[in-house]
């Protein structure tokens, strides 16, 4: 029904920047709020950001605050994720999830999910 996919992920050195992109589609003249999340191995994906589908709202992890952008295209449903000051904890897959409804914090509220882009931070 909705396709969604991520591109952008890569390898980086500790400091350096990447810019994932997402985009959402399948439904003719729908709009989504969209969000990244990440799983490192051993691990539960986490929140990381979100933005309303007009992109006047945002909220960020704690862990990313200050350092990660979101931003969207509302007429296209594409989610942009900068990502600068890279540290080796941020590496994990990245994935974009899209949903009906307001930005939310919570994985299980998204409808729609990608495949998800590896995102490696070497020191």
């Known amino acids: 029904q909705v396709q969604v996919v991520e591109s952008g992920g890569g390898l980086q050195q500790a400091g350096g920047s990447l810019r994932l992109t997402c985009t959402a589609s399948g439904r003719t003249g729908s709009t989504y709020a969209m969000g990244w999340f990440r799983q490192a191995p051993g691990e539960e994906r986490e929140f990381v950001a979100t933005?309303?589908?007009?992109?006047?709202?945002?909220y960020y992890a704690n862990s990313v605050k200050g350092r990660f952008t979101i931003s969207k295209v509302y007429a296209n449903n594409t989610a942009y994720l900068q990502m600068n000051s890279l540290k080796p904890e941020d590496t994990a897959v990245y994935y974009c999830?899209?949903?009906?409804?307001?930005?939310?914090?919570?994985?299980?509220?998204?409808?729609?999910w990608g495949q998800g882009t590896q995102v490696t931070v070497s020191s």
């Open positions: 999830a899209a949903r009906n409804g307001l930005p939310s914090q919570t994985l299980g509220e998204y409808q729609y």
């Open positions: 933005i309303s589908s007009r992109g006047g709202i945002t």
